[in-house]
């Protein structure tokens, strides 16, 4: 009799064995789950925040570029308001800008190319990028959209 208590108390304690084991897997398997939608939840942010980090730093230089082209523009400017104070400098530019030239002058004009032309093939690689980027937040997060004011 007492071989076959413990036999009933040895497979009891099996069943509560096997029993508790399925609950740690069940746990485990819970926190696994939860552990992976934490780690995309982490990439998908990380990612998100890089590409708004390159649509920022694009705009960032945009901006700069502008104003650093409304600089020059100034100053060309000031430098024309200067300009119209001597006769001399009236002769300057109507020979430059109006492409004039006096009763026993030759007029020659070289053309240069123009420097977005030369500096297109490089921003066409970065433009792509941005626009990809862009893109990407555009899609997966509607706060920031990318704005095409500046250009």
């Not at 040895?10 to 897997?25: D, F």
């Not at 939840?41 to 730093?57: G, H, M, R, T």
């Not at 792509?128 to 997060?141: D, G, I, T």
Request: net charge positive; no cysteine; glycine share 0%.
């Amino acid at each position: 009799m007492a071989s076959a208590n413990y036999m009933n108390l040895k497979t009891r304690v099996q069943k509560q064995q096997k029993k508790n084991n399925r609950k740690v897997r069940v746990y485990h398997s819970f926190l696994t789950i939860v552990l992976i939608l934490v780690i995309f939840q982490i990439s998908y942010s990380a990612l998100l925040n890089f590409a708004k980090i390159v649509v920022y730093q694009a705009k960032i230089a945009k901006a700069q570029d502008l104003f650093e082209q409304a600089e020059t523009r100034n100053k060309n400017l000031k430098n024309e308001i200067q300009n119209f104070s001597s006769m001399y400098k009236i002769e300057a530019i109507a020979r430059n800008n109006l492409k004039m030239a006096a009763k026993d002058e030759v007029l020659i004009i070289i053309n240069q190319p123009k420097e977005a032309e030369l500096t297109n093939t490089k921003h066409s690689f970065n433009e792509n990028v941005l626009s990809f980027f862009e893109n990407f937040v555009s899609r997966f997060n509607r706060d920031l959209t990318p704005d095409k004011t500046i250009d």
